[in-house]
Structures are given as C-alpha cells and as structure tokens.
T-cell receptor, first 112, second 113 residues
Framework: QQQVKQSPQSLIVQKGGISIINCAYE??????FPWYQQFPGKGPALLIA?????SEKKEGRFTISFNKSAKQFSLHIMDSQPGDSATYFC???????????FGQGTRLTINP | DAMVIQNPRYQVTQFGKPVTLSCSQT?????MYWYQQKSSQAPKLLFH???????NEADTPDNFQSRRPNTSFCFLDIRSPGLGDAAMYLC????????????FGPGTRLTVL
C-alpha cells in the first residue's frame, strides 16, 4: 500500500529527445507527488510537484502527467540535454503525513 | 544563500569510533529529517523531528541517535559506526502543516575505515 514503483531503473536518451520516467502507486490517500533530481555527490533537489486536482503540470522543459484513475504519474523532459543527466526520484505523500514515500530512482543519461 | 547546510561534507571515521554529523537551516522550518542514502538507492528515512517531538523509524538501528537543541540545528550521532554505515547522510527540512515539500541539504559522505 505504501510503495511507489518507479521505472525504468536506467534510461539513455539522445540529446534533444524526450525522457519519460514512470511511477505507480497504490495508496489512494496520496495527494502530493513530487519529483526530485539528484546529481552525483549532491542532495536531492525538488524539481516539480503535482497534486491530483490537475492532470498535468509544466515547468519549462519538465512536465508531470498525472492519471488518477490509473494511479500513475510520469515525468517528461522535453529537449533533453546532457546537463539533465542525473538520478530522478518520484515520491508520494498525503496531506498531514510527515514522510515521503520514494520510488526506487531512475538513472538518466543524455548522450551528446 | 544555502538554506540547509550540512557539515562536514566529507567525514572519515574508524570502525567503532563515534561520529557526529550536523545540519543547520535558515528556513525556520518546523520539521527536520535525517536520511541515509546508499549508492544507487533512494533515501531511507532514519528519524525526524516535528519541533521538539522526536520520531524514530521502526527499523532505525539503536546505533543512530539524534539531537535537536533548537529550531535551526539538528545532529546525527552514530555511536559505533560499522562498515555498513558508510553512506551519504542527508538532512531535509519542511514547514509543518503544508504538503510534504522537503528541502534537502547537500549531504555528508561518511567513510568508515
């Protein structure tokens, strides 16, 4: 119930392509879905987050798509750049909860 | 401009020698977290403070302790580090009552010799 399943584990995309990372959850009480970006040797940085009252949120080249009925959400990186190479974690939480439930992470490599 | 600061960034200790990692924040956030992150894994929550209330995760070893003397500072004490405790230790903060928007520090890389 508390798990968030993330796929793929690793992803290689050519420069300029679209990177897509998917997450699925079971707990319907979750109502906050952030994505974190982590570079090697650094702490995770909040990239973008969505709440289930909208189906999509876009910030620059980064878009979250949310499918409430399927209990899935995904991160799309448009025009992927080598500087986007990092590990991405999805997460989920419910309002009032103190903890984030993280996905397993996706190691993204953008080839120049 | 750093909002969550961790010191030191790199710490080397010997097997069994106590070590303390520190975290400070300029955000005045109510909640502070300590996570352990091993290579290629998601951060694993060790414990968190909501104001002065301490909340330990059920699977956090007794070897790990924490102190929060005031709003701005939080410490992670590892009483007798083992080789398996070598990891990145991350501090995070958030405002209580909001959606769970956590801000992470840069981490402390702990090496155990």
């Amino acid at each position: 119930q508390q798990q968030v399943k993330q796929s793929p584990q690793s992803l290689i995309v050519q420069k300029g392509g679209i990177s897509i990372i998917n997450c699925a959850y079971e707990n319907t009480a979750f109502d906050y879905f952030p994505w974190y970006q982590q570079f090697p040797g650094k702490g995770p940085a909040l990239l973008i987050a969505i709440r289930p009252d909208v189906s999509e949120k876009k910030e620059g080249r980064f878009t979250i798509s949310f499918n409430k009925s399927a209990k899935q959400f995904s991160l799309h990186i448009m025009d992927s750049q080598p500087g986007d190479s990092a590990t991405y974690f999805c997460a989920a939480s419910r309002q009032g909860a103190q903890k984030l439930v993280f996905g397993q992470g996706t190691r993204l490599t953008i080839n120049p | 401009d750093a909002m969550v600061i961790q010191n030191p960034r790199y710490q080397v200790t010997q097997f069994g020698k106590p070590v303390t990692l520190s975290c400070s924040q300029t955000l005045n956030h109510n909640v502070m977290y300590w996570y352990q992150q091993k290579s290629s894994q998601a951060p694993k929550l060790l414990f968190h403070y909501y104001d002065k209330d301490f909340n330990n995760e059920a699977d956090t070893p007794d070897n790990f302790q924490s102190r929060r003397p005031n709003t701005s500072f939080c410490f992670l004490d590892i009483r007798s580090p083992g080789l398996g405790d070598a990891a990145m230790y991350l501090c995070a903060t958030r405002t209580g009552g909001s959606y769970n928007e956590q801000f992470f520090g840069p981490g402390t890389r702990l090496t155990v010799l």
